[in-house]
């Protein structure tokens, strides 16, 4: 993907903001004081606030493919490492992170699978991986039943373990979180 152009990224920003979303997800991932953390396709930086707020700034990172976004993203939390990136490329060193999430952007990845395959490797033994998505009943912006399934036996097959899905209702909508975990030992 290569990312939303500068109108845009800004008019996504400002329909899209979804506080409870975020925070949702956050939460989920149980992020602790001092632990590095990698959010993928950050948007405008919102999620990756609170994220900060919880670890430390110079503990979090985040990458985007619009360089809009980014920009935003780095104004906003100016203390994490945020970087022009999709979810197939995340230039980061492998088994950097003790969490890595994902919030409303695998439906836009290029390639699911390679995404899926990198964040996994950069997750370090006992790290958790979180892939949030809006629940819908056919393909769209979000995920359907059936893809969650695929997603889910996708994370299962590239070695991640206690693969589940969490779901939240947060106003009319249902927020559905793939959860798993890098094995501590290979």
């Known amino acids: 993907m290569s990312g939303f152009g500068a109108v845009g990224a800004r008019l996504y920003a400002w329909f899209n903001r979804h506080p409870e979303t975020n925070r949702a997800v956050v939460d989920l991932a149980e992020l602790r ?6 959010e993928v396709g950050c948007g405008p930086g919102m999620a990756l606030e609170l994220a900060a707020q919880r670890t430390g700034a ?8 619009s360089e809009t976004f ?3 993203a780095r104004k906003r939390v100016p203390r994490a490492d945020v970087r022009v990136a999709g979810a197939e490329d995340v230039p980061f060193p492998d088994a950097s992170f003790a969490a890595i999430y994902t919030l409303a952007s695998m439906h836009h990845w290029d390639d699911r699978d390679a995404g899926l395959l990198t964040l ?16 819908l009943d056919r393909p769209g912006h979000g995920i ?15 070695g991640q373990t206690g693969v589940r899905t ?9 927020l559905a ?10």
């Open 58 to 65: 110079e503990h979090a990172a985040a990458v985007d493919p």
């Open 33 to 38: 004081a001092g632990e590095t953390v990698l």
């Open 144 to 158: 359907t039943p059936a893809q969650l399934g695929e997603v889910s036996a996708r994370l299962a097959d590239v």
């Open 120 to 135: 996994a490797a950069k997750l370090a033994p006992g790290g958790r991986l979180l892939l949030a998505e809006r629940l």
């Open 166 to 174: 969490v779901q939240r209702r947060i106003g009319r909508r249902t």
């Open 70 to 72: 980014v920009a935003m």
């Open 177 to 186: 979180v793939i959860v798993s975990e890098r094995p501590v030992t290979a």
